[in-house]
């Protein structure tokens, strides 16, 4: 895939501008709950650009592997940029080109609200995990209980429309516990677990964490605004989002998440 290709530079943007700042706090409680350790053979299913696979390859040391499944070419070009020693796989969650049983882990971080079939995709996790293993998935808290999105979800339905804070709201669809449960349950996991972590995002400003989403985000989601309007919310957002700035000028706000785990029989 060409350097300049448009995917390829929207995952770039996702990765410089979104990865540290949300979802690499996320590794070790996705990575400790799957109980990843030396010598396991590891799945991480929506990878992509690859924090968590990133994360997971030093524990299971030179004897385990890591391999890394998404469905966008331009997140797997990035990723192998990134750690061109780990597996990167092009596929989807519903259909996984893995055979029965074939790993100890299978970890999905915030991919399982995107899935056209989230019971499906679950079920697959299931058949690939080895017996004894265990499969973990985050999903953040619903836009209700997260602070900051509301509002940029709210300015962005003002200023670009529907389709633009419809792609923004997207992340946070599964955030009642009880509906995430019972995509579990339906895919034949009654007994999954959900427990409820608080986080914390950090952007080094209120201009990073909306351009992440205009720029980095929504052309991953298939929307691309005009410069000129870029321009003009990004101006808004100051004010808009102004109670989350820190005395040192960082935007800090709260960043919950559900963590669903299960053991394979």
Same mark, same amino acid.
């Given at each position: 895939?060409? $350097? ?6 929207? =995952? ?17 409680? *996705? ?19 690859? *924090? /968590? ?19 966008? $070419? ?31 882990? #299978? *970890? ?13 995709? *679950? ?5 690939? $995990? ?8 985050? #999903? ?11 509002? =940029?979800?709210? /300015? ?8 633009? &804070?419809? &792609? ?23 007994? &999954? ?16 964490? #909306?351009?992440?989403? /205009?720029?980095?985000?929504?052309? #991953? ?35 919950? =998440? ?8």
């Amino acid at each position: 895939m060409a $350097a300049s290709d448009p995917a390829v530079e929207a =995952a770039r943007a996702y990765e410089e501008l979104h990865v540290g700042a949300l979802f690499r706090q996320w590794t070790r409680p *996705v990575l400790d709950a799957a109980r990843v350790g030396e010598g396991h053979e590891v799945l991480d299913v929506a990878c992509g650009t690859g *924090v /968590l696979a990133r994360e997971a390859r030093p524990r299971v040391g030179p004897r385990g592997t890591v391999t890394g499944l998404d469905l966008g $070419a331009g997140m797997l070009a990035v990723a192998a940029e990134l750690d061109p020693d780990i597996r990167w796989v092009e596929g989807a969650a519903g259909d996984l080109p893995f055979a029965d049983d074939t790993f100890d882990a #299978v *970890v999905c971080q915030f991919g399982l609200m995107f899935f056209p079939d989230r019971v499906g995709a *679950v079920r697959e996790m299931l058949r690939v $995990a080895r017996p004894g293993g265990r499969v973990v998935l985050a #999903v953040w808290e619903s836009l209700e209980r997260s602070q900051a999105y509301p509002e =940029a979800v709210d /300015l962005l339905l003002r200023r670009a429309g529907p389709v633009a &804070a419809d &792609a923004l709201r997207a992340p946070f669809v599964l955030g009642d516990p009880d509906e995430l449960l019972g995509v579990f349950a339906e895919a034949g996991a009654p007994d &999954a677990q959900v427990e409820t972590l608080s986080g914390t995002a950090r952007f080094p400003s209120i201009r990073s964490m #909306v351009e992440a989403d /205009l720029r980095g985000w929504l052309p #991953v989601m298939g929307v691309d605004l005009e410069e000129d309007l870029v321009r003009s919310i990004l101006a808004e957002a100051e004010t808009v989002l102004g109670r989350y700035v820190t005395g040192d000028g960082e935007m800090v706000f709260d960043a919950p =998440a559900h963590l669903v785990s299960l053991d394979v029989g």
